[in-house]
């Protein structure tokens, strides 16, 4: 209404709402990539990747039945959408509704993220170390994802797994084929994201910074870390196995499968048997619960070894890492390509979601995990959390 209409006596308030408080400006059906987080430091990471943040990052519309918090926000022409699992819920069944959610708000999601920290498995055939990047492709199973924990036990102490899972998208296959032999040519861009965000926020650094070599430590097998020590600095160093050095400070990508489970591997010796009998490269904790019904590809920095030795020192930099990797794939990832695709279609089980919201993260409990010895060990959904070590997270998380 224009001023000069108003009633005698009525003023015009004009103020200023700064452009964070409204939610994005872009459709909901213009978000085609889903990418999910377990732990707020992976959230960061994933949210450092960004160009640029919608709005403040909220959607115009939302399911009823969304409790997702998101932040939307476009890398290169690919608008994308991150979700994080809710505060203390790890493994399988969290991850499911979550993917679950997004999928009823944003329905026209194509491809599916699941990215941040794991417990790596390092062997004689893949030099895996803290910080690197594992990559989920299709291995000698052809499942680019393991369910190590899912399975039968047969006579005579034998266990007898499900199998493998689903395989990422091929057009994301396609892309990562393409990053792997741009990478024989050239350094990966991961280096240098991770000094830009450095410099962008310098009192990040503390938790994002590369620890150093001194703070990658592989021991041997069968080398427990002692009772109660909080930190290796007790820990025999004879123990630490001998590795080549390498040249440079920059993370080594590795491809092929990942194990997922609800139990946390924190034993160098189930780690090796499982590792060699599976071909996996390492242990996480929520892809099993999406690789079915939510295809996706899982992208894990390694932040420990699936051991007793595991702690929280090289979390930050692992889940930069990870993010930073899914960065520069989207270069190799044309969003004309991405329209073609048909949308993901989530089919979440009622009765797990709904035993999920009525009984916490319970359902599904009796996990095992079976070791070399042929004893099975029978672990809750969340034993210690994620792989944050034993208070909910992922240290090695997601493992």
């Known amino acids: ?39 707020p430091v ?10 640029r943040i919608h709005g403040n990052g909220q959607p115009q519309i939302r399911n009823s039945s969304d409790s997702n918090n998101y932040i939307l926000g476009s890398i ?18 969290p991850a499911a509704t979550v993917a679950s959610q997004m999928q009823s708000s944003f329905s026209s999601i194509r491809v599916g993220l699941l990215v941040g ?13 803290l910080g690197d990047v594992v990559v989920s492709t299709p291995g000698h199973t052809g499942g680019a994802v ?49 000094d830009a965000f450095l410099e962008k926020y310098p009192e990040s650094r503390s938790i994002f910074s590369h620890p150093g070599p001194a703070q990658d430590h592989l021991y041997d097998a069968v080398y427990n870390h002692p009772p109660r020590a909080e930190t290796c600095d007790n820990c025999e160093k004879s123990r630490v196995l001998k590795r080549e050095h390498r040249q440079t400070l920059d993370p080594v990508m590795h491809y092929g499968p990942i194990a997922s489970g609800n139990s946390v591997i924190k034993d160098a010796t189930t780690r090796d048997h499982l590792g060699k009998e599976l071909g996996v490269l390492c242990f996480e904790m929520e892809a099993a619960g999406l690789m079915d ?35 520069e794939l989207l270069e190799f990832l044309p969003a004309k390509t991405m329209e073609q695709l048909p949308p993901v279609r989530i089919r979440t089980p009622l009765i797990g979601s709904v035993f999920y919201f009525i009984l916490g993260h319970t359902w599904g409990s009796r996990q095992s995990v079976v070791l070399p010895d042929g004893k099975e060990y029978f672990l809750p959904s969340d034993s210690g959390g994620g792989e944050d070590g034993d208070d909910g997270g992922d240290d090695g998380d997601g493992d």
């Not at 608008?79 to 399988?92: H, K, Q, R, S, W």
């Not at 920290?117 to 170390?129: A, C, F, L």
């Not at 924990?149 to 396609?174: A, E, I, M, Y």
């Not at 929280?312 to 930073?324: E, F, N």
Request: hydrophobic share 40%.
């Open 42 to 51: 992976e959230m960061t990471a994933a949210m450092a990747m960004l160009d």
């Open 1 to 39: 209404m224009p001023t000069s209409t108003l009633p005698k006596g009525v003023r015009v308030i004009k103020f200023a709402v700064p452009w964070k408080e409204w939610p994005s400006s872009i459709k909901n059906e213009l978000y085609t990539i889903g990418w999910i987080c377990a732990l």
């Open 293 to 327: 019904n939510f295809p996706c590809l899982v992208v894990r920095g390694i932040c420990d070894y699936s051991d007793s030795h595991k702690n929280k020192i090289w979390q930050g930099y692992a889940a930069l890492t990870a993010a930073a990797y899914i960065r």
């Open 117 to 129: 920290v794991g417990g790596g498995v390092p062997s004689q055939q893949n030099d895996v170390r």
């Open 146 to 194: 393991v369910q190590y924990d899912l399975g039968k036990r047969l006579s005579h102490g034998h266990f007898s797994r499900r199998g493998s899972l689903n395989k990422p998208p091929g057009v994301v296959l396609t892309a990562i084929t393409r990053l792997r032999a741009e990478h024989l040519t050239r350094r990966s861009k991961i280096a240098a994201r991770i």
């Open 76 to 93: 290169g022409d690919h608008n994308v959408v991150i979700a994080c699992l809710p505060a203390g819920d790890y493994g399988t069944t």
